[in-house]
């Protein structure tokens, strides 16, 4: 029996120990690895290379879709199944744009978890049922025009930098955070403005929120 490596990257500590115990537990897992962050989980992903990443969305600095891009990039064979309470088709689309195999909420049942990184480790793709008119009868992407748009529009730099500014970060944090200078911050942050045709920092973070960049729930 193939035992499967599994990173589980989401920062609300309970339920993060709670399914590392319960993984642990099951005969075809070698191990799991925990991340709290976007930032944690990409870095452990390039050291680790495991088999599935059961990603939250919202979480502080960089969120899951970004997280789950990088990873994808870095790591081709690691597939990602996003792990969230939210319902909304902007989170469903935004990481199935990101390239994750699967959705599942938070409320599902850990059988359901169970069986969700069974069908995305062979391949295919797993969605919960409350999700499941979000996508395709394929189970591939759906994108709305809108939501390309805004993917193409942004840079990968700028919608993190977006995410810190949305999250009440000033150019020196942000800075600090993104190992860049203050200066290329305040670049990103005027070519933000351009872009959206925003000009405030509340109208930023509403913008952030509409398009499941960051969460009111983070």
Same mark, same amino acid.
């Given at each position: 029996m193939k035992k499967n490596k599994i990173l589980i990257a989401d920062d609300h500590s309970i339920l993060q120990h709670g399914l590392c115990n319960s993984l642990e537990l099951e005969d075809d897992v070698e191990f799991v690895i925990k991340a709290?962050?976007?930032?944690?989980?990409?870095?452990?992903?390039?050291?680790?290379?495991?088999?599935?990443?059961?990603?939250?969305?919202?979480?502080?600095?960089?969120?899951?879709?970004?997280?789950?891009?990088?990873?994808?990039?870095?790591?081709?064979?690691?597939?990602?199944?996003?792990?969230?309470?939210?319902?909304?088709?902007?989170?469903?689309?935004?990481?199935? !744009?990101? /390239?994750?195999?699967?959705?599942?909420?938070?409320?599902? $049942?850990?059988?359901? +978890? &169970?069986?969700?990184? @069974?069908?995305?480790?062979?391949?295919?793709?797993?969605?919960?049922?409350?999700?499941?008119?979000?996508?395709? !009868?394929? /189970?591939?992407?759906?994108?709305?025009?809108?939501?390309? $748009?805004?993917?193409? +529009? &942004?840079?990968?730099? @700028?919608?993190?930098v977006l995410q810190l500014i949305s999250e009440g970060y000033k150019s020196k944090a942000i800075a600090q955070k993104l190992f860049i200078s203050v200066k290329t911050v305040d670049i990103h942050r005027t070519n933000l403005k351009t872009k959206l045709n925003i000009h405030t920092i509340a109208e930023l973070t509403k913008f952030a929120i509409s398009e499941g960049i960051t969460s009111t729930n983070l």
């Open positions: 709290d962050s976007g930032y944690a989980a990409i870095e452990l992903a390039n050291k680790y290379k495991p088999d599935i990443v059961v990603m939250d969305i919202s979480m502080p600095g960089l969120n899951g879709m970004e997280a789950t891009k990088q990873i994808i990039t870095d790591n081709p064979k690691t597939k990602v199944i996003a792990l969230s309470m939210h319902i909304e088709k902007i989170y469903v689309n935004g990481m199935i !744009n990101a /390239g994750a195999s699967g959705y599942i909420l938070k409320s599902s $049942s850990f059988k359901e +978890l &169970l069986n969700g990184i @069974e069908t995305v480790l062979a391949g295919k793709y797993y969605y919960s049922q409350e999700v499941i008119d979000k996508v395709d !009868n394929n /189970g591939k992407k759906f994108v709305t025009e809108q939501r390309v $748009s805004v993917f193409l +529009l &942004l840079s990968r730099r @700028e919608r993190e």
